[in-house]
Nanobody, 124 residues
């Protein structure tokens, strides 16, 4: 099993920045591809960004390209999401996810393990 805990959410004005963190425990961190997803009330959870085992492969949804950066520090078993130039439409609960193989796809909801989420609110 893998336990994921997100942190770093908060309230920020439009144009500001936040850095989300997700720390994993329970298994070898480098065995897992990692992803960030987000969800707002009444909407489906959507893909934001993903990163491969050693950080070489990175993927982003179009709406965050150029603004968000996903990275990982395997010595700390942590994946990060640096969010710059935040917009009100980025407001959501952000979830961290882990999967060994990406068999269901790096942008799908089929990740094996999920955190409980951290709230990001961007004021206009």
């Amino acid at each position: 099993q893998v336990h994921l805990v997100e942190s770093g959410g908060g309230l920020v004005q439009a144009g500001g920045s936040l850095r989300l963190s997700c720390t994993a425990s329970g298994r070898t961190f480098t065995d897992y591809n990692m992803g960030w997803f987000r969800q707002t009330p009444g909407k489906e959870r959507e893909f934001v960004a993903a990163i491969g085992w050693y950080g070489a492969m990175k993927y982003y949804t179009d709406s965050v390209k150029g603004r968000f950066t996903i990275s990982r520090d395997n010595t700390k078993s942590t994946v990060y999401l640096q969010m710059n130039s935040l917009k009100p439409e980025d407001t959501a609960i952000y979830y961290c996810a882990a999967d060994r193989t990406w068999e269901t796809g790096w942008n799908s909801l089929g990740y094996a393990f999920w955190g409980q989420g951290t709230q990001v609110t961007v004021s206009s």
